[in-house]
Structure formats: structure tokens, C-alpha cells
């Protein structure tokens, strides 16, 4: 399942006095993150991600996101079944003349989905060693 949810900050907003911003999301493993900060940040507005109160992405504390007009994504591992399922968007924006807008995307899946997915894998792994590799010149 895609949850999204955008934040923006306003203008001269503290990292010490941030914007917040929850985004609801179902039980399950986050597989994904897409982060996408709108044209025109020039690297001065920054988010990160909580769950509980805990950082989670970027994973580093004092680390955060940032950028202009790149989507930032990561595949991710990361368990969510303790309500609430929320993720908590905090940001902060460096800009003494512009609101900035943040866009995220989380994909959520099940236990059931995390596990077919890795057996597929593996699988395909193990007959990729029997097959025969051709290699044609010219």
C-alpha cells in the first residue's frame, strides 16, 4: 500500500520550533521511501521521519533531508505494528523569504508480502547458478 503526505514550512522556521505533519500509514513493513522536495529549496528547508518519537529516516541522528527538486528515495526494512500507525514528518526551513513543501511517499507491506517476495528472490538466485550463460560475439 502508497500512503503520502506533504508538509510544507513556512519561512524562517527553527529546527529549535519545527513544522509537523503526521502521515497515517497501516501495520506492516515500510519497504519505501520517496521523499520529494519541491523547486526552489535550494537545499535550505530539511524534514526527517519519526515513528515514535524516533528517528527513522534519514536513520542518523542529526542527519536530515534535504535538497531541490530531486526525488530522494531508499528501499527500507522497517516494522511498523505498535499503534498508532502514524509516521511523524518534522521540518524546518533555513529560508527568510520562501515556504517550502516536502512531498513523501511510504510503501507499506505485509509480513506475507516481504517474505514471497524474498522466497522469489532466492529462488531465483539458486536456478540462476544452473542456467547457462551464452555469450554471442560478433
Not at 524546518?92 to 512531498?103: G, R
Request: glycine share 8%; net charge negative.
Amino acid at each position: 500500500m502508497l500512503f503520502q503526505a506533504s508538509i510544507t514550512i513556512p519561512a524562517n522556521t527553527p529546527a529549535s520550533a519545527p513544522t509537523t505533519a503526521i502521515l497515517k500509514i497501516a501495520h506492516g513493513i515500510i519497504s519505501e521511501f520517496m521523499v520529494c522536495p519541491r523547486q526552489g529549496h535550494a537545499g535550505l528547508a530539511h524534514c526527517v521521519i519519526l515513528h515514535h518519537e524516533h528517528q527513522i529516516a534519514p536513520s542518523t541522528a542529526g542527519m536530515s533531508l534535504f535538497g531541490d527538486s530531486y526525488p530522494i528515495d531508499w528501499g527500507e526494512y522497517y516494522e511498523v505494528y505498535q499503534p498508532p500507525y502514524e509516521l511523524k514528518i518534522v521540518g524546518w526551513n533555513d529560508d527568510d523569504s520562501y515556504e517550502h513543501t516536502f512531498d513523501i511517499f511510504v510503501a507499506v507491506l505485509p509480513r506475507k508480502g516481504i517474505i514471497a517476495t524474498a522466497v522469489s528472490d532466492a529462488l531465483s538466485s539458486i536456478l540462476g547458478i544452473f542456467s547457462p550463460k551464452r555469450i554471442f560475439g560478433g
